[in-house]
């Protein structure tokens, strides 16, 4: 129902910003704003995908991992089937593969259900 490719990966130093871009293709008869949002990350160590961020079908309501709070920004544009990440004051930990996922509620995506793009690299040195 939806497709999701994400951009806007790089390699940056230490308290350099990037901002990641998730945009979908959605079927015909349903809307991108009946979707709520995520993003999740995984490690180079290979570890479970761990959610970043995620946000509201409307965009009004956002939620954070605690070690992102301060430096990360969700956002998302409905007339362009388009959600953001603002990553700013970026640290050596935050090295991770970066996953958007689109799904009926922000449990269905941290459950590993919903529609998953394939990934940017996000890598940062010290």
């Known amino acids: 129902q939806v497709q999701l490719v994400e951009s806007g990966g790089g390699l940056v130093q230490a308290g350099e910003s990037l901002r990641l871009s998730c945009v979908a293709s959605?079927?015909?008869?349903?809307?991108?704003?009946?979707?709520?949002m995520a993003w999740f990350r995984q490690t180079p160590a290979g570890e479970e995908r761990e959610f970043v961020a995620g946000i509201s079908q409307s965009g009004g309501t956002t939620y954070y991992q605690d070690s992102v709070k301060g430096r990360f920004t969700i956002s998302r544009d409905n007339t362009k089937n388009t959600m953001y990440l603002q990553m700013d004051n970026l640290k050596p930990e935050d090295t991770a593969v970066y996953y958007c996922a689109a799904g009926p509620a922000i449990v269905t995506l941290t459950d590993g259900g919903g529609s998953w793009g394939q990934g940017t690299q996000v890598t940062v040195s010290s």
């Open positions: 959605v079927a015909s008869g349903h809307s991108f704003s009946s979707y709520s």
